[in-house]
T-cell receptor, first 112, second 113 residues
Framework: GAVVSQHPSRVICKSGTSVKIECRSLDFQATTMFWYRQFPKQSLMLMATSNEGSKATYEQGVEKDKFLINHASLTLSTLTVTSAHPEDSSFYIC????????FGQGTRLTVV | KQEVTQIPAALSVPEGENLVLNCSFTDSAIYNLQWFRQDPGKGLTSLLLIQSSQREQTSGRLNASLDKSSGRSTLYIAASQPGDSATYLCAVRSDNYGQNFVFGPGTRLSVLP
């Protein structure tokens, strides 16, 4: 089946720094990728839809200047959390392919 | 707006029991529905994907059914094992709300040895 690879799986960063998370489709091209966020003891919520070659579409309440999404190729989308704060600590996961049915392994971000 | 709910929120059973997890969605115009497993601190493992035209899917001890018209899906786990302990998420992709999945809150399952 289709494979989506996400990196890193875990990251700890200091408050005020930026963190980049990569999402790659390994064996297929993805014009659209999806980024989700999961706060502790909550379910996954869509943050944004990443579109190759154009601007991402953000869900209501998600700050586009804080969560920068770049989808520069058909196999790679990146999510950069800028000026991270402890409240950004969360589990971030991407999906792609066949209507976003294939998920990456997720990234657990801890901001200290 | 599509909303997904799951019942029960948590379930604790002795090993060997057969069990049913329930998922409901508000808009029946779905493209497909997927059941996932999430272990603590880990990512998602896809268990079963049911297309809107299908009634059920089976994989090993797992069986998922879909009743699109009533907005319901069930995940049946036969002969549960301690290794089945995890959170089970139901997610729906709608026809009307883009290509992303809308997730339910999950059912936290504990299977006791």
């Amino acid at each position: 089946g289709a494979v989506v690879s996400q990196h890193p799986s875990r990251v700890i960063c200091k408050s005020g720094t930026s963190v980049k998370i990569e999402c790659r489709s390994l064996d297929f091209q993805a014009t659209t990728m999806f980024w989700y966020r999961q706060f502790p003891k909550q379910s996954l919520m869509l943050m944004a839809t990443s579109n190759e070659g154009s601007k991402a579409t953000y869900e209501q309440g998600v700050e586009k200047d804080k969560f920068l999404i770049n989808h520069a190729s058909l196999t790679l989308s990146t999510l950069t959390v800028t000026s991270a704060h402890p409240e950004d600590s969360s589990f971030y996961i991407c999906s792609a392919g066949a209507g976003g049915a294939f998920f990456g392994q997720g990234t657990r971000l801890t901001v200290v | 707006k599509q909303e997904v709910t799951q019942i029960p929120a948590a379930l604790s059973v002795p090993e060997g029991e057969n069990l049913v997890l329930n998922c409901s969605f508000t808009d029946s115009a779905i493209y497909n529905l997927q059941w996932f497993r999430q272990d603590p601190g880990k990512g998602l493992t896809s268990l079963l994907l049911i297309q809107s035209s299908q009634r059920e899917q089976t994989s090993g001890r797992l069986n998922a059914s879909l009743d699109k018209s009533s907005g319901r899906s069930t995940l049946y786990i036969a002969a549960s094992q301690p290794g089945d302990s995890a959170t089970y998420l139901c997610a729906v992709r709608s026809d009307n709300y883009g290509q992303n999945f809308v997730f339910g809150p999950g059912t936290r399952l504990s299977v006791l040895p």
